[in-house]
């Protein structure tokens, strides 16, 4: 596996530049927002520190990098975090275990490796949803029709 990825001289407006490190991914948790984690309203437990811990020691820092966010939304879904990898976007929600960061690390290595983007594995399929209307995985069966009525995919369709 590349262990580094390039760095580009950025031009800023200033005439100045800047080294930038381009990177393969970047992965966001949601972990200081209103409710991801937040065991005391509630919600399951997130595993914050492993995230952090693994993100290191998997030496994976100079091609993938690691944002605790706040509020990512949706909080229906709780424990979220968004995987980006060479533009795509996988959102993945009940992250709730330190098994799930494992998971998610496996994940990202097998797209290191590969060098490009990869489904998201089946222990972690279940888990993806779509979170904007242009997203990388098609869940129109799942769209609500202004009368409450789910349509079929074969009515969805048509």
Known sequence: MRLDSPIHQIPLASEDTRKLRVQDGHLFICGVGCCCGKTEKGFPFLALDEFKRQW?????????????????????????????????????HSINSVADVDL???????????NQFLEPPPELASRHFQRYTVDTIDQSQFDICEDGVTPSPAVAGS
């Open 56 to 92: 290191k020691a998997r030496g994976i820092r100079r091609r993938f990098h690691l944002t605790i966010s706040g509020c990512l939304g949706p909080c229906t879904l709780a424990n979220v975090v968004l995987v980006q990898f060479h533009g795509n976007s996988i959102w993945l």
């Open 104 to 114: 998610i690390y496996n994940y990202v290595e097998a797209m290191l490796d590969a």
